[in-house]
T-cell receptor, first 109, second 113 residues
């Protein structure tokens, strides 16, 4: 399966700390995307990293991609209570995006 | 503002009843998708459509049906053949199927009476 798998399943940190989530996948990909989902809402696209890119930044988000290890990480720096959400990676190949099960992040004020 | 509208937000189904979930987008996207999300789980693809009058089964299409008569609309019918329909249903769209980011609606929560 091409599905991305996030790790850890749940993460709880204090406000101001950094949060790191990981995603592993099994097949070759065109790109990898990260999404955020607030409770009871739809997913929101955060960032896309192409297979020929190694690192990408967007505000407080930093994404890395290691195609040799088939893994990606999402780093949220200086976390805020408003970052509390579930975060999903989605891998893109020749089919529709395949989403992982997500990491539930809780940021405690 | 461009976006995706799902309705209703909450829906209740009786035994043996078919129900239809609405999804409308004004982003001029060709591709549209339906996902099912169970508590604490990821998204599972039910159906997707690359273009008007075309749609493909996803991983869990049994008990569901769709139509794509207009570019902006992709309704999902949960039939009585779907024995465990209680879930959160999400509709999404993208410019094309495959690599582009998807835009999501805010979901419909379906429960059984």
């Amino acid at each position: 399966s091409q599905q991305g798998e996030e790790d850890p399943q749940a993460l709880s940190i204090q406000e101001g700390e950094n949060a790191t989530m990981n995603c592993s996948y099994k097949t070759s990909i065109n790109n990898l995307q990260w999404y955020r989902q607030n409770s009871g809402r739809g997913l929101v696209h955060l960032i896309l990293i192409r297979s020929n890119e190694r690192e990408k930044h967007s505000g407080r988000l930093r994404v890395t991609l290691d195609t040799s290890k088939k893994s990606s990480s999402l780093l949220i720096t200086a976390s805020r209570a408003a970052d509390t959400a579930s975060y999903f990676c989605a891998v893109s190949g020749n089919t529709p995006l395949v989403f992982g099960k997500g990491t539930r992040l809780s940021v405690i004020a | 503002d461009g976006g995706i509208t799902q309705s209703p937000k909450y829906l209740f189904r009786k035994e043996g009843q078919n129900v239809t979930l609405s999804c409308e987008q004004n982003l001029n996207h060709d591709a549209m998708y339906w996902y099912r999300q169970d508590p604490g789980q990821g998204l599972r693809l039910i159906y997707y459509s690359q273009i008007v009058n075309d749609f493909q089964k996803g991983d869990i299409a049994e008990g569901y049906s769709v139509s794509r008569e207009k570019k902006e609309s992709f309704p999902l019918t949960v039939t009585s053949a779907q024995k465990n329909p209680t879930a959160f249903y999400l509709c999404a769209s993208s410019e094309q199927v495959g690599n582009q980011p998807q835009h999501f609606g805010d979901g419909t929560r379906l429960s059984i009476l």
